[in-house]
């Protein structure tokens, strides 16, 4: 299973991004999507995740800014981000973990995609 995300970019403070992420394959069901980032001289932490029945969990340092969403029917996953901060600035990373139509299970991560915040 692999995923594609889109959507960086460089962005003023105070700016809005949304990131998408599309995951293709041999997909039978997805369970968990998440956004992940890494920033300069950090290890990778998690921004938000959704399950498949559309329970979200985020951050704390991102609540009430950024607002993760999924189409199923697209297995897709989108963090919308406002109100950007400079300590946004990392290398954005999507996860996915389900099954697969073989029936195996898969946790496959994106390429990551950069987001900047500065002026």
């Known amino acids: 299973v692999q995923l594609q995300a889109s959507g960086g970019g460089l962005v003023q403070p105070g700016g809005s991004l949304r990131l998408s992420c599309a995951a293709s394959?041999?997909?039978?069901?997805?369970?968990?999507m998440g956004w992940y980032r890494q920033g300069p001289g950090k290890q990778r932490e998690l921004v938000a995740t959704?399950?498949?029945?559309?329970?979200?969990n985020y951050a704390d340092s991102v609540k009430g800014r950024f607002t993760i969403s999924r189409d199923n029917a697209k297995n897709t996953v989108y963090l919308q981000m406002i109100s950007l901060k400079p300590e946004d600035t990392a290398v954005y990373y999507c996860n996915a973990d389900g099954r697969r139509t073989d029936w195996g299970l898969f946790d496959s991560w994106g390429q990551g995609t950069q987001v900047t915040v500065s002026s």
């Open positions: 394959g041999s997909i039978f069901g997805i369970n968990v």
């Open positions: 959704i399950t498949s029945g559309g329970y979200t």
